[in-house]
């Protein structure tokens, strides 16, 4: 299934019905009266938050939506048919805006919310309601009010709470596929995740976490550079970021180019998203380079905890590191998620 995390749509709600003009005729009752239903309401446009929706793929072909509309009154102050709502399943995460002006409408962040978003047109009254002491024969009704037509942009940010963040090739892929059940694509060449994977998480003790690799961060991404902004934006809703580092492709001389090369794209970005807890995996120890490259790391980062030298395609330290990311998210258990936007 392609990615898809951002769409504009437009959505109608149902026409109210027309009231009816009617009078009552039947044998022996003379001058029966007027007796005119009401129309039936239009249907909203609700939109519904489903688990089974992972991202907003469906609306790649299909971007009009119309909930259908209230039936006429009948004679014998029969009330038309009411619209039924038409209900529109978007992933947990994804946020609502308005299309024209950019306001945040709903934000959804659990499965089984809902939210209308386009209401039905109330339906027209029948001629029953107009009928007076000096007017006894109305022979008129309301039409019904038009339903609501809106342009709306979804945007999906993923609901995790850590993100794998890292240049490419630093090995978050396979590092997602060796803590989680999660198989996104590996190749040695960079660029080969191009959508974000989430895998769930199974320490040996405590709660399950989601893990989210978040590929395309290289200098110039805050500008839109590689996979740019389309990615980071996943970053914002994490509790808790991983940066993978490839300790064998670092270089003695300037061992921080990989770590602040990220920093500042995700500063650049946005401020908020480097005041994330962060935890530092060395990945590649498995490689001859790698042992050089992560002493000149921590030596430039002397002081500074939470450096786990690991190997994701041996398996070497990773226990290590799901136990300390779990033990980091049970202490940001009670704070919010600090969301940049």
Known sequence: MKFLDEVIITVRSGDGGGGCVSFRREKYVPRGGPDGGDGGKGGDVVLVASAERRTLFPFRYKHEFTAPSGGRGGSRNRTGAQGEDLLIPVPPGTIVRDAETGEVLHDFHRAGERFVVARGGRGGKGNTHFKSSTHRTPRFAQPGEPGEQRRLRL??????????????????????????????????????????HLGVVHPPQGEPFVAADIPGLIAGAHAGAGLGTRFLRHIERTRLLLHVIDAAAIDPQRPLAAFETVQTEMALFHPDLVRKPQLIALNKMDLPAAAEGARAFRAALRGRGGIHLISAATGRGVNRLVAETRRRLEGLLHAPANEAR
């Open 155 to 196: 945007e999906l940010k993923l609901l995790a709470d850590v993100g794998l963040i890292g240049l490419p090739n630093a090995g978050k892929s396979t590092l997602l596929r060796a803590i989680s059940a999660a198989r996104p694509k590996i190749a040695d060449y960079p660029f080969t995740t191009l959508v974000p």
